[in-house]
């Protein structure tokens, strides 16, 4: 069963066939599920379970399919950054264990509580309004307390963890709070053998013996996202959180290729050409003239553009297939659409190009428009423009 989102703005009046769409992303669920499988065999080798981390409408990929085949897949957990993504899958049904761990002041603590949410606090004030919530409720929250290790991004320091784990254990003891989960976030795990990992790792076992003395047993421990679940198996404990290796991508090219785990890129991207046409040799191309025809040529539109998440850093250097060769964006990337020179080579209106997808094809990969434009692949797919209809292949019924 293929099911295609359609961007909001389209409606449903004017909807073409998938295969005749200006420009579409094909989400490959089987490759999601046996991307799940592999990792989830490699965190059992631990004895960690697994958490799929569906935030940012699952790396650009559609929250809604990708969790619910990542649940068919086995995935123990569904983890998000925002309650509002956390509580949007539960609107679409999803019923497993769900955490979420970017809070604001005020946020939505009792709804989150109330659909069985595991939330997360790094702080004492966060712990504070949860409390609140779960008195006000009637309910125990479970809540996984955050420490930072080292990444100096979320996660409450080694100064304030003593009293945030005291204070844990204090509303426990209430019946407001069940401390779930004890975790933390690696800065570098990107870069196998960096110093950082080592003294993460140390600083983690401390805030753990910390938490312990405070009288806290959390079900679950965890510090591994993706390059860690991949590297360091020391880093599983109980529960791996694999965001970008679940779409198939390496975390980084020092970790490897997605090949060398096991895995495959879950999104290709693929556009069909707006116009072919025959111009002059010193013809300008788009805006800016910073592409001059070199002799009379052929020019393909392809129509996409930064509106629909080709970056604007992929001028003159993005790569994309079409008509059977790697072609280069020439020029500009403009909002809705690039130009790529075929040279001597022929294409006709409605002949697909494509811009990345798994490479085995003979398309580009996400790493390489990546390489291309300076950023990660996580950046690259995270992107893609809500303009662009993403079209679920493979899911299991
Ligand atoms: C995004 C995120 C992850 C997943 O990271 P990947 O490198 O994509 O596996 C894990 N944990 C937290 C806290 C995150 O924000």
């Not at 065999?41 to 085949?69: I, N, Q, S, W």
């Not at 949007?88 to 659909?115: F, N, S, V």
């Amino acid at each position: 069963m293929d099911v295609v989102s359609e961007p909001s703005a389209t409606g449903t009046a004017a909807r073409p066939r998938p295969e005749a769409h200006r420009v579409r992303a094909e989400i490959d669920l089987a490759a999601l599920r046996a991307n799940v499988r592999a990792l989830r065999e490699r965190a059992a080798g631990t004895g960690a379970g697994l958490m799929a981390v569906v935030k940012a409408d699952a790396y650009g990929h559609g929250m809604v399919p990708c969790a619910r085949a990542a649940r068919r897949a086995g995935a123990d957990w569904l983890g998000t950054a925002t309650p509002e993504e956390a509580l949007a899958l539960r609107a679409a049904g999803d019923r497993g264990r769900l955490l979420c761990w970017l809070w604001t002041p005020g946020g939505p603590w009792r709804e989150a509580i109330e659909a069985d949410v595991d939330v997360s606090a790094s702080d004492p004030w966060a712990l504070g309004e949860i409390t609140a919530a779960a008195r006000a409720r009637g309910r125990t929250a479970r809540v996984h307390l955050k420490a930072d290790t080292g990444l100096g991004r979320g996660g409450c320091q080694p100064a304030g963890w003593e009293a945030l784990t005291a204070a844990a254990r204090a509303a426990e003891a209430e019946g407001t709070v069940k401390v779930t989960g004890v975790w933390s976030h690696f800065a570098c795990a990107d870069e196998p053998g960096h110093p950082s990992i080592a003294a993460q790792l140390a600083a983690f076992r401390e805030a753990l013996a910390t938490a312990a003395r405070a009288g806290l047993d959390p079900e679950v421990r965890h510090i591994a996202n993706s390059p860690a679940t991949l590297t360091l198996p020391e880093a599983h404990f109980d529960l791996v959180r694999t965001g970008v290796s679940v779409y198939g991508l390496s975390p980084s090219p020092e970790v490897g290729v997605p090949a060398d785990f096991g895995l495959r890129p879950v999104m290709t991207l693929r556009a069909r050409l707006a116009l072919v046409k025959r111009v002059p040799a010193g013809h300008g191309v788009s805006y800016g003239h910073h592409y001059t025809t070199p002799g009379e040529t052929t020019l393909a539109l392809v129509p996409a553009g930064y509106a629909d998440g080709v970056p604007r850093h992929a001028s003159g250097g993005g790569p994309v297939l079409v008509a059977g060769k790697w072609r280069t964006v020439a020029g500009r990337v403009a909002m809705d659409q690039f130009v790529v020179d075929l040279g001597g080579d022929a294409a006709a209106e409605g002949d697909e190009a494509v811009l990345f997808g798994p490479g085995d094809a003979g398309e580009p990969t996400a790493e390489d428009w990546a390489r291309a434009v300076g950023t990660i692949g996580y950046e690259i797919v995270t992107r893609i423009g809500a303009r662009v209809p993403r079209v679920h292949l493979n899911a299991e019924a």
